[in-house]
């Protein structure tokens, strides 16, 4: 295998190492997108929750 051949090879191997890390950042965006969505909504179901006890909790104690 000559010098050519070689750098090609290894060439070869770290842009496909290039384009896997590439793919997966793009799958840790969308990670990062559902778990913020997710926590908004819990967030939102929290205040809810806390407005309807807090509610229920002044008309039982007057």
């Keep these: 295998m000559t010098l050519g051949d070689e750098v090609m090879v290894r060439l070869a191997v770290i842009e496909s190492k290039l384009d896997a890390a590439l793919s997966s950042d ?5 990670r990062l ?3 913020e969505a997710t926590l908004w909504k819990a967030v939102g ?3 809810v929750a806390g407005g309807g006890l807090a ?6 104690l007057g």
């Design 26 to 30: 793009a799958d840790h965006e969308q």
């Design 55 to 60: 509610a229920l909790a002044q008309s039982l």
């Design 33 to 35: 997108r559902r778990i």
């Design 45 to 47: 179901a929290a205040s």
